[in-house]
Structures are given as structure tokens and as C-alpha cells.
């Protein structure tokens, strides 16, 4: 079925409501690796999170394709969303709503993980300069003149 909009922009509605079931597709993949990132950050285990990162661009790549797509229905949103039937209307607010609440929940896992790796470099960094003070600490002790380089010695020894 395709309605022509009072922009006069056609709109092919089967057509968005695939796009939108895509979306939320992509969205469900996005967000089960949000949850395995989010483990991986807590291991700690940097080559397992560089993977996951690169599946993750993948998807979000495709979702940013598909959003180039759903442009057009977007930017006349008002006459599209009047031009589906009450069931299709429904599902279409549905599919938008999950769409939306799943990226808020990945935005905000994304925060906590940004939040962990934050943390973790501090760490890491305090400990760097623990072991860098350690370090100068030893060179200093180091460059002191031994016992055998002692010029002054008593009468007796």
C-alpha cells in the first residue's frame, strides 16, 4: 500500500514497517553486546573488548544505513504516521518506542562502561606512579657510594 502524503512525498508503508522491524533487529543485536561488553570491561580483557568493538561498528554501521532510509518517512513523520491503519499504527508506535527505549539502554551501558574503563586507567595510572616513585627511590639508594668505596676508614679496621 502506498499513501501520498500531504507534502506530496509518496510513502511506501509495508516498506517502513520493514525498515522499522530491521531497526529493532540491529537494536537487539546492539544491545547484547552492549551486556557482553559490558562483562568483557569488567574482566578486563582488552583483545576480547577490541573484537567486540569491531562486531559492534559493524551493526551500527548497518543501523546507520537504515536510518538513511527511514529519512524520508522521518522528516513528514506527522502525514505518514495518519496514513496507517489503527492495527498498523500500533505496531509502527511499538516498533518505535522499543527501538528508542533499547538505544537509551545501550547509551546508558555505554556510560557505566565509559564510567569502568575511566576507573580502571586511574588505577592503573596510581599504580604506575607508585611503581615510577619505587623505581626513582631505588636509583636514588643506588647512587649512593657503597661501603667498599669508603674513602675514610677508622684506625682500627
Keep these: 500500500m502506498t499513501t501520498e502524503?500531504?507534502?506530496?512525498v509518496s510513502h511506501d508503508i509495508p516498506a517502513l514497517m520493514d525498515l522499522l522491524r530491521r531497526q529493532v533487529a540491529l537494536f537487539e543485536q546492539l544491545q547484547r553486546l552492549s551486556r557482553e561488553q559490558a562483562r568483557v570491561v569488567q574482566e578486563g580483557t582488552v583483545d576480547a573488548l577490541l573484537a567486540l568493538l569491531a562486531k559492534r561498528q559493524r551493526f551500527t554501521d548497518a543501523l546507520t544505513q537504515l536510518q538513511l532510509q527511514i529519512e524520508p518517512y522521518?522528516?513528514?513523520w506527522p502525514a505518514v504516521r495518519a496514513a496507517f491503519a489503527d492495527s498498523d499504527g500500533a505496531?509502527?508506535?511499538?516498533?518505535?518506542?522499543?527501538?528508542?527505549?533499547?538505544?537509551?539502554?545501550i547509551l546508558?551501558?555505554?556510560?557505566?562502561?565509559?564510567?569502568?574503563?575511566q576507573a580502571i586507567h586511574a588505577r592503573i595510572?596510581?599504580?604506575?606512579?607508585?611503581?615510577?616513585?619505587?623505581?626513582?627511590?631505588?636509583?636514588?639508594?643506588?647512587?649512593?657510594?657503597?661501603?667498599?668505596d669508603n674513602r675514610f676508614t677508622n684506625r682500627q679496621g
Excluded at 5 to 8: D, E, H, P
Excluded at 108 to 117: A, I, K, N, P, T
Excluded at 128 to 142: E, P
Design 108 to 117: 546508558g551501558q555505554d556510560d557505566r562502561d565509559r564510567e569502568s574503563l
Design 125 to 148: 595510572g596510581s599504580e604506575l606512579g607508585k611503581i615510577n616513585h619505587v623505581s626513582r627511590a631505588r636509583n636514588a639508594y643506588a647512587s649512593l657510594p657503597s661501603a667498599s
Design 5 to 8: 502524503t500531504t507534502s506530496s
Design 91 to 105: 505496531e509502527v508506535d511499538q516498533l518505535v518506542d522499543r527501538s528508542a527505549a533499547m538505544l537509551e539502554q
Design 74 to 76: 522521518r522528516s513528514d
